[in-house]
C-alpha cells in the first residue's frame, strides 16, 4: 500500500528554517544544525535515513525547494536525497509554473501546476510503478519545504509524519505548523541519537 508520508528536520521551537532563507542559503541563518543528523556516522542516524529513503517511490517537493536544490549551490554527487543511502526516485515539483531549464538533468522530473492534490496523485502513481517494478511497498515522502508539507497537513492529505527533532532553538525561521487544522498523531516510533531525536507518527 502507498502512504503519504511527510518526512522533515524541525528545530525544537518548530522551524524547518532559521531566520532569513533565501536563495544562498536556503536554511536560513543556523538552519544547517536541522539536518547534522543526516551527515553523521552515527549507527541509528545511519539507519534511519536510509530505511526512510528506501521507501521512497516517488518524492515532493515545493517550487522554492525545487530552486534550491537545483541551484548553483544546490544538489551534486555527493548530496541530495539519500545521497548514497538511495537510488534516483521520482521527483514531483509542486509550482505555478514548470522553470525554463533544469540543471539536475540525471534526475526524473515532473513539474505539476494544478494543485497539491494532483501533485500527489502524479506522486503516487509513480511511486505503485516503482513498487510494481520493485516488488516492494513504496511510498510517497513529501520532503518540503515547510509550507508545502503545511499545507498538505492541513488539507488532511498526509498519512504519515517523520519528524527529526534537532537539539537546537532557532527562535525564528519557517515553522511548520501554522495552527490551522488540529490532527490526532499516533506515535509509531522514536529513536533518539546524540545529533536528533527521529520520531515517526500516523495521522487519524
Known amino acids: ?11 525544537l521551537d518548530g522551524f524547518v528554517t532559521g531566520p532569513d532563507p533565501g536563495p544562498l542559503a536556503g536554511l536560513g541563518t543556523g538552519g544547517e544544525a536541522l539536518h547534522t543528523w543526516a551527515f553523521s556516522d552515527d549507527p541509528d542516524d545511519r539507519r534511519v535515513l536510509r530505511e526512510a529513503t528506501a521507501r521512497s517511490g516517488a518524492v515532493v517537493l515545493g517550487r522554492r525547494l525545487f530552486d534550491l536544490v537545483d541551484g548553483p549551490n544546490g544538489w551534486d554527487e555527493t548530496t541530495g536525497y539519500g545521497a548514497a543511502e538511495v537510488g534516483k526516485p521520482a521527483f514531483v515539483v509542486l509550482t505555478s509554473s514548470p522553470p525554463e531549464s533544469v540543471r539536475l538533468t ?54 504519515g509524519l517523520t519528524l527529526h527533532l534537532a537539539p537546537v532553538v532557532l527562535g525564528a525561521g519557517t515553522p511548520l505548523f501554522t495552527g490551522k487544522v488540529p490532527r490526532t498523531l499516533v506515535q509509531r516510533g522514536v529513536t533518539p541519537t546524540s545529533n536528533a531525536t527521529h520520531l515517526a507518527y500516523d495521522i487519524r
Not at 1 to 11: E, H, K, L, Y
Not at 120 to 133: F, G, K, P, T, Y
Open 1 to 11: 500500500m502507498t502512504r503519504i508520508i511527510a518526512d522533515i528536520s524541525v528545530s
Open 106 to 159: 540525471g534526475l526524473d522530473w515532473t513539474f505539476v501546476t494544478t494543485g497539491m492534490p494532483d501533485a500527489l496523485a502524479a506522486a503516487r502513481r509513480r511511486a505503485e510503478a516503482a513498487a510494481s517494478d520493485r516488488g516492494e511497498d513504496l511510498d510517497v515522502v513529501l520532503m518540503g519545504g515547510g509550507a508545502t508539507i503545511g499545507s498538505a497537513l492541513d488539507a488532511g492529505l498526509v498519512d
